[in-house]
């Protein structure tokens, strides 16, 4: 498959705004009830939809994010209830019809930027509970973003009409999607609200997700969402639902991974703030997945390295740099990862900083997600601990590694802690250091 | 290197420390061209890092940071250092250190960021002592907020632990979580003592701020915080780069140039590492090259306009040096254990006498009880009792866990004799002079010193402390001061409330060398807050030009 089409779809990388709770606006006579509004919100939550609809600093909702798309770059819209400018004309009728069906009040097409094909399979209780919330508990934002112009033929909005013929949705739930049974209420989390397979089912050549290889992994803007299936060699099959839960709500499990990038923003924003009981069908669904073997991951990800056998006294010249050569692997981790993660690459007692042996990250025959994580850094605001690694990349106020720098310190990781020496080169970085977020 | 035709911006600066380089961030954002020239050279962060993994020597704050022949600065403190030349009775107790590199000296501070107290700039009217500043704390105020965001500043609320310095906003961020050893040493002194242990206010992070990571407590922020949760100047740099600026390293300035009327200054000429001569010419210069080096320069540019140097019709630059020289001791706890070290090394000071009546003849202080790891000097004496084996382990544990080490800043004040020459024998490859400073500490300071002398006896005896280990003399602590004082005279002073030069209209001087008096917090964030004043006043002025 070419790498381009892979490219669809990604998640804020940088949107500065935590939202752990939504403004409110002052309540009025007429409002609905509370219960619904509550529902409303949660599903809001669990969709993730403030993560593409909010601008890097912008405010929430009011679209104005950039997704790049292998047909040029979407702008995400404003959907606040300000009748000009956002959703404030929307029946619910018109709401349900964009939400999971892509079709826009005007009649026009959505870009499947908008994961319609995955809300397509909300209940139409969550439907109106969304509607609901959106018109009285979103603060309406009387501005407009920048409007999306695509390459042709994308360009022509009847384009996605015949897109949509082809690509696969969801079939709608019924029924009150709060009493369903673990499973089903799992099936119905992962795929009509957290849209997992958008970033985690690689796509055939029409950009449609392949159902037949659910969760099998696929790249991303330089990020690589990985096989999340039920395999044990190139899936998540070791874990425990009691792992994926902490995962989900945290970011992190000791000995097995974390999140960042695109997955940090979701942990961020949508999974730690689900219920315990969703959290738990969630992982549960996710971890029946049908397992797919991996074309590139051979062992579990999860079980490569152990602690390296650090001397007591350094041997060697004890020496200071006084001529700036550039330095190798081991001197680059040295000083630059070994105050965090240790020098034996165990991280921090507490697990802040991970260790780097029993790492999925780093144990992982791609070395993408490393390398990403080396370039843009790590901020993720989850489960009540804010985790912070600063970037490396040519805009780090901590230190500028050059691509041949961090070429090298990803592959003295790797070897040391991980699945081997990959041989990543500075062309790599190079272009992965290109994939970065783009704000309008 | 730009070319010789580039070299010229609106404002030219000497020096990229925190002074330097945050008045060029302030003027590139605001569309001001600026050109900064750094004697030093740029080095990231990752080689410092790997100098101080593989020093053999760890508490050498200098270690790290090797120096280039065209730009030299103290190799340590200690005397002689072949390159700042101490003279007078208390020489030794004037070693100060410094880094000529691009970003400064803060690459090795511990992030200490007081405000100065009000009684502070008024030391004249109030006490009868020094000299009075050219402006007021209400002056300086927004300045202070502005260095505290810029640098990311954590502190106490002043509702629960006021400082004494009035704010009119809070800390950007929360204060550190107090240590252990802390921990027990504010319980003794809230139960055992009159006084009290306050939180020092820190340039380091306590949450993910400007793309930074949280302190995690590597306990070495001298000589290098390994992660960059602590503010340093480089980052000032790199933010003036990203809006504009130009820095130019390796750029060693040694004459100033002024016009016919010798009003205004016209360029600055610096030698490259070969000696090469540069011209740079703008609209305003500032001087911001660290205490010692400003005044180096002003008198190295003597010419026959200026036979006594740049901005020297008083007479008074190179004059009035001050310090924090204070006092230190260390201990064995007879109490329980401390475990110091965990943690940023400075965090907890004893503010009950930065001020008070008894100024009016003996000086200010402040304590620090200071939280770094002590393995290294329990291993000594350890050692030096004559432990072997087992014994001896159980003893570096003993020790390390029981050791308490007290510094403190004691107020100094402005003595014109007290003074900073060329040497007249040592040269550097570029042939520009080393600095040589005669010092003999005021007896304001004297007695401050004696009085805190008393007070750690005190401590020692409530802590039923043993093997005590007073530094011999005095402690200089790097804080360097005064030495192109400010003041509303131009007769005895060399700049004027706005860090102008009276003698030059087009000229200013941003760094500790303005001081009139010393106070005893440390003297950063003062500096950086003036510095931050100077680019205001240079905005409104080239605005309107």
Redesign the interface.
Known sequence: MPDVTRKILWSVLTAGTALATFSAVPARADDPSADLMARGEYIATAGDCVACHTAPGGKPFAGGLKITTPMGDVVTTNITPDPDHGIGKYTEEDFEKSLRHGIRRDGSRLYPAMPYVSYSGMTDGDVKALYTWFMHGVKPVAETPPVTSLNFPANLRITMGLWNMVATSETPETGDSATFDKLRRGKYLARALEHCGTCHTPRNIMLSEKEDSYLAGASLLGWYAPNITSSKTGGIGNWSEDNLVEYLKTGHVAGLSQAAGPMGEAVEHSTSHLTDDDLHALAAYILQVPAMTDEAEHSPREQFGKPLEEADVRSGELTRIDKLDQMDGAQIYDANCAACHGGNGAGTADHYAPSLFHNSVVGSARPDDLIMAVLNGVDRNAGGVHVHMPAFNQTSDVERLSNAEIASVVNYVTATFGSGDHGVTAEQVEKMGKELPKTP | MPSEQDLSADVVIVGSGVAGSSIANELARAGISVIVLEAGPR?????F???F????NKPSYQ??F?AVPWARHPPDQVTPNDYLHTTGPDAEAYQQVYLRMMGGTTWHWAGCAWRYLPSDFELKTRYGQGRDWALKYDDLEPFYYQAEVMMGVCGPDPKVEDLGSPRKQPYPMDALPISYAAQQFRKLISEKTPYRVVHEPQARNT??Y?????C?G?NNCMPIC???AMYNG??SV??AE?AGAKFVPNAVVYRIERDSANKRVTAVHYYDPDKGSHRVTGKYFVIAAHCIETAKLMLFSADEQSPDGIANSSGHVGRNMMDHTGVQVSFISGDKALWPGRGPLETNVIDNFRDGDWRNERGAYLVHMVDDNQVDLATQLAISKGYVGRELEEQIRYLASHTVRLFSHNEGLADPDNRLTLSKTNKDILGIPHPEVYYKLPEYTVKSCEHTRGLFRDLIGLMHGTDEEWTPGYFPQDHPAGSTIMGTDPKDSVVDGFCRTHDHENLFIASSSVFSSVGTGNITLTVAALALRVADTLKKELAHA
Do not use: C, F, M
């Open positions: 080095v990231d962060r990752q080689h890092v790997e100098n993994r593989n020093l053999e270690g790290p090797p949450r993910p400007d793309s930074r990571p949280t995690e590597h390994p992660i960059g480089s980052y790199y933010h990203a």
